[in-house]
């Protein structure tokens, strides 16, 4: 089983719609949680750290369960310029410190 | 700005050949990694390092190795360049944990072509 899953979509929105993508992880000692996002053929850059009581960032909302082991990010009001891909990051002690990253879930926001 | 500077963008190498990929970062960050990505596999951590001279391998270490000599720079090398080994590779750096909460910061990347 794949540390860290995501549904790799691609999910079609149109332009104002709200959307929300999972994301989740294997190991309950895992410490660390962010959301990246990714253009094509470009690198990852870090959209949000996810805290455990939740954090917002403008139209972008990161929820954290340690319980059931997951993640979220939650984009309101979509723009066109979202269209990417989202990508979940991970991070246990016993990895060092680099992160495990979820495969991406595509996301394609429509005029 | 962090910057992670990866000098070759764009790579062509021959089956055999010794590739070197190089990696720079200016922030004195303690961490450096070399991840690939691959379509419909994701980022794989392949080396990473949290200090100089120290290498800890990642998930797919097999091929490659890693060099830090300085500590703002960390290098991949492909002793003998494989078509398997064609991909798009990103090298990443970041404070130890309990500083900014560890988040990575790549380069723009190396496309790496093996023929």
């Known amino acids: 089983r794949k540390e860290v899953e995501q549904d790799p979509g691609p999910f079609n929105v149109p332009e104002g719609a709200t959307v929300a993508f999972n994301c989740t992880y294997s190991n309950s000692a895992s410490q660390s949680f962010f959301w990246y996002r990714q253009d094509c053929r470009k690198e990852p850059k870090l959209l949000m750290s996810v805290y455990s009581s939740g954090n917002e960032d403008g139209r972008f909302t990161a929820q954290l369960n340690r319980a059931s082991q997951y993640i979220s990010l939650l984009i309101r009001d979509s723009k066109l310029s979202d269209s990417a891909t989202y990508l979940c990051?991970?991070?246990?002690?016993?990895?060092?410190?680099?992160?495990?990253f979820g495969k991406g879930t595509s996301l394609l926001v429509t005029p | 700005d962090v910057k992670v500077t990866q000098s070759s963008r764009y790579l062509v190498k021959r089956t055999g050949e010794k590739v070197f990929l190089e990696c720079v970062q200016d922030m004195d960050h303690e961490n450096m990694f070399w991840y690939r990505q691959d379509p419909g596999l994701g980022l794989r951590l392949i080396y990473f390092s949290y200090d100089v001279k120290m290498k800890e391998k990642g998930d797919i270490p097999e091929g490659y190795s890693v060099s830090r000599e300085k500590k703002e720079r960390f290098s991949l090398i492909l002793e003998s360049a494989s078509t398997n080994q064609t991909s798009m590779y990103l090298c990443a750096s970041s404070f130890s944990p309990g500083v900014s909460g560890n988040t990575i910061y790549f380069g723009e990347g190396s496309w790496l072509t093996v023929v």
């Open positions: 990051a991970v991070n246990t002690r016993n990895s060092g410190y680099a992160l495990n």
